[in-house]
């Protein structure tokens, strides 16, 4: 077990690439604190772990709000003592042409995607600098280092995570905590299945893909271990394109 006897906190994981990190890391002997804004599925997300004979709490937080973050983090710490290892994969994605998007929606994408992501590495950051040590990785997206038509929002909110993974692991890398990121590609979540329903819309857009396929959670899942575990251990301030090989193929149009 790659993660025996660690705490690690992920946000955004009572579904999708968060939910598959969250099990992978569980079953590699790490504890999780599984948070989102969701109940129910952090309640079943939680089971499921425990099904397996994993240890989890779930801890329901906005990650818009600082007050919510904080809480988010002391509480990990209380049940599960120094955060090891911090998943940030809360995030929204809603679709629409730039001149559609309205302010709301706007606001929605950044304080979601990144004042969420900065709120959560700041209040762990401060945890791991006490022990020393920690891995911290933000889920951004392709989207951030190639732009895609009606993503706008999600696209600006992306690219700042990837600027921002780089910040941070300047700064933090003097008191031995390491700063990645994953780029996913197009992965099956709930997120994407409306597009993936409509045939005459994910026949093309395979297309885009060298491999061919749409990738699936557990793929970035074990993208994620690789940053969390040793193996890592002289590698920061990356972001890792996750993607099938659409990036290299959208760079060369």
Known sequence: MRLLNQHALVTGGSSGIGQAIAYRFAREGARVTVSGNERKALDETVQSIFDFGGKAIAVLADVRSKADVERMAAEAVAAFGPIDTLVNSAGVCKPAPFLDIEEADWDLHIDVNLKGTFLCAQAVAREMIKQGKGSIIHISSVNGLAAEGDQVHYNASKAGINSLTMSMALELAPHGIRVNGICPGFIHTRLTQPLIDIPQAIEPYLKTIPLGRIGNPEEIAAAA?????????????????????????????
Do not use: E, P, R
């Open 225 to 253: 271990l690789y940053l969390a575990s040793d193996d890592s251990s002289y590698m920061t301030g990356h972001s890792m394109v996750v993607d099938g090989g659409q990036f290299i193929k959208l760079s060369s149009i």
